[in-house]
């Protein structure tokens, strides 16, 4: 068969780094006290009835978070990497399921976007640094809120990311910063 085309755009590029099985296996041996030991499933997807903010090109996923040993995922979500316009960042729009999708056999092939809710305040911006390299956070102002800790109090999420494509045939880095900082206090919960 003819070899695949050559990603033309910063979206492509990025789409394509993000498809696929991704662990800190070895950060959680390295630190288990500060690391539990998770994969994250990135599957692209077909999606329908995208929200007409998503830019095009926009490449949809879906995205579930699995601990060590644990028989389902503990989060799924959907993302779409799109390019709202040419002199803007890459973004990286997350939606929630209304309800915890039940685990299948194998992951959907086609999603509908209309039966999804969006994460407001949660897209993660990334700009291409270098030929192959993507870095960005999410986007300020304190918007992206998640209920954590015990006991359950409002955090804030910060997030810095960086994807690299290690070189043709050698795999994906992906690195991601996270803190939950309690609302109001500023007190770091994760």
Not at 43 to 69: D, E, R, Y
Not at 81 to 109: D, I, R
Not at 146 to 172: H, I, M, N, Q, Y
Request: proline fraction near 13%; charged fraction near 15%; charge should be negative.
């Amino acid at each position: 068969s003819p070899p695949s085309p050559a990603p033309t755009s910063a979206a492509l590029r990025l789409a394509g780094a993000l498809g696929g099985r991704f662990s800190n296996a070895a950060q959680s041996a390295a630190d288990p006290k500060a690391f539990l030991p998770v994969t994250l499933l990135n599957t692209p997807l077909a999606a329908q009835n995208l929200p007409a903010s998503i830019g095009k090109p926009s490449f949809a996923f879906l995205s579930s978070s699995t601990l060590a040993g644990a028989p389902a995922p503990y989060k799924t979500s959907a993302f779409v990497v799109h390019h709202p316009s040419p002199m803007s960042p890459l973004t990286l729009t997350t939606f929630k399921f209304p309800s915890p999708p039940t685990p299948q056999s194998a992951p959907p092939t086609r999603l509908d976007f209309s039966v999804l809710l969006p994460s407001p305040g949660c897209d993660i911006h990334l700009l291409e640094t270098a030929p192959g390299v993507f870095e960005g956070g999410l986007e300020p102002g304190g918007k992206c809120r998640f209920v954590k800790g015990e006991p359950a109090v409002e955090c804030v999420l910060e997030s810095a990311v960086r994807v690299e494509v290690e070189g043709e045939g050698e795999g994906v880095r992906y690195e991601s910063e996270d803190r939950f900082l309690e609302v109001g206090t500023g007190r770091q919960v994760w």
